[in-house]
């Protein structure tokens, strides 16, 4: 399965994107594709927005958030005359589509940003036409369709960060909200003891290895970051065979079964004093954890989507020493999440690496490690 991308350090722009071809080309359609999901809907529109003005290299257009989901033939009278739905050429895709963005950008009405996820579906390209159907089975009815068409891709892609993309939309879509969590009053202070780096997982659904045949084991022992830091800045980090991991389910009762269970694993290990690292959802499941008296000395997020409004999705200050965040720019896979990229200012401070887009997977990787000199943090 393909899992080699290049770093992107500078972002093509849209709408001008959409004449390139090209690796770097197709993960600036996607961004736009995803972003326009985020627009257009008031839970997630502020974040999107906030990300891009902090990040002037890659402008989205001001689309307003829809006041109900587009119907096929609400978004066929909005293109009537310019597009040919629901299929459009591959030869003639580039042009269109690049017609659509452009017209987002000067009229940026929810109906003309429905229009240009609509061409998204026809790419030649599948991690942009996947990017297309996350924010189609956001908001286009029915909605059923869609995600069957999501659910396709995914198991005929041979592209990590495809399913990365999807199964990411599939769980979300797949979850209920819960509105609140029981919520234990947290210990105080920290505990003493003999120093050592633990590795935490992030979101892993369950099929992730059978599917892909690449099972991960970059925070295990023996595994990619592991060994960088076991062997380098870390020695101390965690390496006996009773190392902690959870299933990496997306749900908010995943992450509160693997929180307590984390509790329990330093309950069980009183004689450490922690510092963690962690991937993704990881993050939020760690921080959860700490209302549950898990203390920290030190906690890195690594890439972790940001739901600071949601029930225990921010850090116990009273059982963490210091909080850090270290991100890409416009994390697609994040973006797919609906999450945030970027914490509210004056809460945890973040160092964003000069990267763009992809992968989600590039802050643990240990070649990221050593060329942006990540060891300092930690």
């Not at 026809?122 to 909605?143: E, I, K, Y």
């Not at 234990?184 to 003891?193: I, L, Q, T, V, Y």
């Not at 993704?280 to 030190?298: F, K, P, V």
């Not at 989600?360 to 930690?378: N, Y």
């Amino acid at each position: 399965m393909k899992d080699d991308y290049p770093l992107i350090e500078v972002p093509l722009r849209a709408p001008e994107a959409f004449l390139e071809d090209g690796l770097f080309a197709a993960a600036a359609q996607a961004a736009f594709y995803l972003a326009l999901g985020s627009l257009l809907d008031r839970r997630w529109r502020d974040e999107v927005l906030t990300s891009a003005l902090h990040a002037e290299q890659y402008p989205l257009p001001r689309v307003p958030p829809r006041n109900e989901p587009f119907t096929y033939e609400r978004i066929r009278n909005a293109g009537r005359g310019r597009f040919s739905f629901p299929f459009v050429p591959s030869e003639e895709w580039r042009k269109a589509a690049f017609e659509a963005a452009r017209t987002t950008f000067e009229e940026p009405t929810p109906e003309n940003a429905g229009v240009a996820i609509e061409l998204g579906l026809s790419s030649p390209n599948q991690l942009v036409r996947v990017a297309a159907l996350v924010s189609a089975g956001d908001h286009f009815a029915p909605h059923r369709f869609f995600r069957r068409e999501l659910v396709r891709e995914l198991v005929e892609t041979e592209d990590r960060l495809v399913a990365e993309i999807a199964t990411t939309a599939l769980a979300r879509w797949q979850t209920l909200p819960v509105e609140s969590v029981r919520q234990a009053a947290p210990e105080s202070g920290h505990r003493g003891g003999q120093k050592t780096c633990l590795i935490v997982n992030g979101t892993m659904p369950p099929s992730w290895s059978i599917h892909t045949g690449m099972p991960d084991t970059w925070w295990r022992p023996g595994g990619d970051l592991h060994d960088y830091l076991l062997r380098g800045s870390r020695p101390d980090t965690y390496h006996a065979p009773d190392f902690y991991e959870w299933e990496g389910g997306y749900s908010l009762f995943a992450h509160e079964v693997a929180a307590k269970n984390l509790v329990h694993w330093q309950s069980c290990h009183e004689d450490l004093a922690l510092d963690v690292i962690t991937h993704s959802h990881g993050g939020n499941m760690t921080m959860m954890a700490t209302w549950w008296g898990l203390q920290i000395d030190r906690l890195l997020l690594l890439s972790c989507p940001v739901h600071w409004g949601a029930p225990m999705r921010q850090p116990c200050l009273a059982n963490v020493g210091s909080v850090q965040s270290i991100r890409i720019q416009f994390d697609l896979v994040i973006l797919a999440d609906r999450g945030g990229q970027r914490f509210p200012p004056g809460t945890i401070p973040e160092h964003v690496l000069p990267l763009w887009f992809v992968s989600h997977s590039t802050t643990h990787k240990s070649a990221t490690w050593r060329s942006q000199a990540l060891d300092r943090f930690i």
